[in-house]
C-alpha cells in the first residue's frame, strides 16, 4: 500500500456536531432574523426576486409587519438579490443551521475512489488532475478532474499538491519543515572552522589554454567570527587543495583550531588527510566533525558563498549561477570561441575576490551587535601557536624500510645508518614540489632523519603534483579515446549486422542425396546398318570447261 493511503487511513475522524449548539448567541439571532425574511418570501407565492422587491416596496410604504421590520432592522438591510437566492437555497437545504453566519455547511463524505486517487496522485511520476481522473475512468469510478482538484486540496499539506511523495523527502523537509536555529554566541573564534568547497559560477580564461573553465573555491571559514581564514584554488575538489587552505590559515594566522566541522567529500574524508597516524589532522591534533551527508544547509559557509557570489559572480559577464541569463551566456561563450570576445581572466576574479573579502570582514557581525567580523575574531582570538613558526606542511604516509632503502611513489629513498631501520613501519613526510628528500617520523611523530632521492623511473616528473597532472591528462585522454570509439562505431553503418541474414547463413545446411547412375541395357545385334548408293549426278560436266 501506498504511503501516502496509510497516512489517509490513518487521519483522525471528524465528528459531525451541530453547527447550531456550537453557535453563539448573536450568530443565532442573526439566523433567525435571516429564516424570518426566507419564510416569509417562500410563503408569499412569488418568485424570490419578486417576493424580495415587494418586501422593500412595503417597509418603504410602511405596510409591513412588526416580526418582518424588526428582522430588517436586526440584520441592518435587505439583503441582495444574490443574497436573497443564497438564503433560501441554504435553508431548504439545512434548515436554520444553513443561515448561520460563516456557515460551511456540513462534512461531506469521501468518495469512493479516494484511496486511489491519492495512490495515482502521489506516483514517482507526479501526474496531473486530468491524467488521475482519466486513470480513475478507466478503473471504473466516475471522477473529474476538478472533483480529484478539489478532493487533493482539501488534504493536509503532506498529502497535497506539495506533498514530500511528489517532491521527494529531502526538498520538502528543507522548504516546508521546521529547522534548529543554531546559535554561535557561546564559540569562541579560533575554535572550531567550517570548510567546504565550491564550483565558481563563474567562466574565466583558463591559465593554460585559454577556454572556459569553472574552478573550485577551497575555503574555511571561522565559525565564531564568519571570516575566511584560508582558501585555494583548484580544478577540482582533492586533498591537496584542502590541505593547502588549511596549512595556509595555520601558518597565516599562527593558529591550530581544536575543531573542524566539514562534509563527506574526498578532499577531506582522504587518507592524506584523516589518516589517524599520518593525516594532517593528526600532525595538528584536530577533532574533526563530519556533516550528515545531504545536509549541506547545516554549514555556515553556505552562506558565505551564497553571499560571495551575489556580490563577486554577478559583476562578470560570464556568471552562470542559478539565476543567470542562459541565452546570453551561451552567446557569450559562442563569441569567445570565435574570438570576438575575451572571458575575464583568473587574476581578475582573485583581486575582485580580495576586495570582496576585505569588504565583507568589515561588515556589521550578523549576530554580535556594534561589531564587524573582523573586530570579533581579533578581539576574541586566543592563539595556539604551532610548533614552528616557519613550516612547510608535508603530507605523510606510512614506508617500510628495506635494505637501506624506501620506495614511495615510484621513487626510492636512502640515508646514512637507514640500514638500521630495515624491516621496521616508520612515517614519511613528503614535498609535492620537491621529490628530492624525504623526512622521516616515528609512528609517535618523534622526527628521526632526512633520506635523499637515490634513484627513480624515467620520465618521472621532480614534482608529484606535476604527476598527478599527468595521471589525470592520461585519464582524460583515455576517456575521449573510448568516446571517439564509441562514436565511430555508431556511424560506421557497416558494422550494422542483420542477425536474421547471418542465423540464415549459419543454418545446417542439407547434404546433397547420391542419384544412382541410370542404367540402359542394349543388345548390339539390334542395330541395323543400312547401305546407300552413291548418288548419281543429274548435270554432265565437262572438265575441258575448267580449263578455260
Not at 341 to 358: N, T, V, Y
Request: charged share 25%; aromatic share 8%; proline share 4%.
Amino acid at each position: 500500500m501506498h504511503p501516502a493511503v496509510i497516512r489517509f487511513n490513518n487521519l483522525p475522524a471528524i465528528v459531525s456536531q451541530s453547527a447550531w449548539s456550537e453557535a453563539s448567541d448573536k450568530a443565532r439571532k442573526t439566523a433567525q432574523n435571516r429564516t424570518a425574511l426566507v419564510k416569509h418570501w417562500l410563503s408569499s407565492g412569488l418568485s424570490v426576486d419578486k417576493a424580495r422587491t415587494a418586501l422593500i416596496e412595503s417597509i418603504n410604504s410602511g405596510l409591513v409587519t412588526p416580526a418582518i421590520h424588526q428582522a430588517v432592522t436586526d440584520l441592518g438591510k435587505v439583503p441582495t438579490r444574490a443574497t436573497a437566492f443564497n438564503w433560501v437555497n441554504a435553508y431548504k437545504l439545512e434548515g436554520v443551521e444553513g443561515l448561520l453566519p460563516k456557515h460551511k455547511g456540513r462534512m461531506p463524505a469521501q468518495p469512493k475512489w479516494a484511496a486511489r486517487a491519492l495512490e495515482l496522485y502521489h506516483c514517482i511520476n507526479s501526474p496531473s488532475f486530468a491524467l488521475v481522473a482519466e486513470d480513475l475512468k478507466k478503473l471504473g469510478f466516475d471522477a473529474t478532474a476538478s472533483q480529484v482538484r478539489r478532493f487533493i486540496n482539501s488534504m493536509p499539506h503532506e498529502l497535497g499538491p506539495q506533498s514530500p511523495y511528489r517532491m521527494g523527502a529531502k526538498l520538502y523537509r528543507e522548504k516546508h519543515k521546521d529547522f534548529i536555529i543554531r546559535s554561535t554566541a557561546h564559540i569562541a573564534p579560533g575554535f572550531i572552522y567550517n570548510g567546504d568547497g565550491h564550483q565558481v559560477d563563474v567562466y574565466v580564461a583558463h591559465p593554460k589554454t585559454g577556454k572556459a573553465w569553472r574552478f573550485e573555491l577551497t575555503a574555511f571559514q571561522d565559525v565564531a567570527s564568519r571570516c575566511i581564514v584560508g582558501w585555494e584554488i583548484s580544478e577540482s575538489e582533492n586533498a591537496i587543495a584542502t590541505m593547502t587552505a588549511l596549512t595556509r590559515a595555520i601558518q597565516t594566522h599562527q593558529h591550530i583550531p581544536s575543531m573542524l566541522y566539514v562534509d563527506n567529500g574526498s578532499g577531506y574524508r582522504s587518507k592524506m588527510m584523516s589518516d589517524d597516524c599520518c593525516g594532517v589532522y593528526a600532525q595538528f591534533d584536530i577533532e574533526v566533525i563530519f556533516a550528515i551527508p545531504g545536509n549541506a544547509r547545516a554549514k555556515w559557509i553556505e552562506r558565505f558563498f551564497k553571499h560571495m557570489e551575489e556580490h563577486v559572480g554577478k559583476r562578470f559577464e560570464s556568471y552562470c549561477g542559478p539565476d543567470h541569463n542562459e541565452r546570453e551566456k551561451l552567446k557569450l561563450l559562442n563569441d569567445v570561441k570565435k574570438g570576438k570576445r575575451a572571458l575575464p581572466s583568473l587574476d581578475q576574479w582573485i583581486a575582485e575576490f580580495k576586495a570582496f573579502l576585505e569588504h565583507y570582514h568589515n561588515s556589521p557581525h550578523p549576530e554580535i551587535k556594534g561589531k564587524t567580523r573582523m573586530q570579533v575574531w581579533e578581539e576574541g582570538l586566543i592563539q595556539e601557536q604551532p610548533a614552528i613558526a616557519d613550516f612547510v606542511v608535508l603530507p605523510r604516509t606510512k614506508v617500510k624500510v628495506a635494505r637501506g632503502q624506501i620506495k614511495l611513489h615510484k621513487r626510492v629513498y636512502t640515508a646514512d645508518y637507514l640500514f638500521q631501520f630495515n624491516g621496521k613501519e616508520l612515517v614519511a613526510g613528503y614535498d609535492l614540489h620537491d621529490d628530492t628528500y624525504l623526512v622521516l617520523y616515528e609512528q609517535t611523530g618523534e622526527f628521526i632523519m632526512n633520506c635523499r632521492i637515490k634513484n627513480k623511473v624515467e620520465a618521472l616528473p621532480t614534482s608529484r603534483i606535476e604527476e598527478a597532472d599527468l595521471k589525470r591528462l592520461q585519464g582524460q585522454e583515455k576517456r575521449i579515446q573510448n568516446q571517439l570509439s564509441e562514436k565511430r562505431a555508431r556511424a560506421d553503418q557497416k558494422r550494422v549486422i542483420d542477425v536474421d541474414a547471418v542465423e540464415e547463413l549459419a543454418a545446417d545446411v542439407d547434404a546433397i542425396p547420391e542419384i544412382e547412375p541410370e542404367v540402359l541395357n542394349m543388345d548390339l545385334s539390334d542395330f541395323e546398318v543400312e547401305h546407300f548408293e552413291a548418288a548419281q549426278a543429274n548435270y554432265q560436266i565437262d572438265l575441258g570447261d575448267l580449263h578455260e
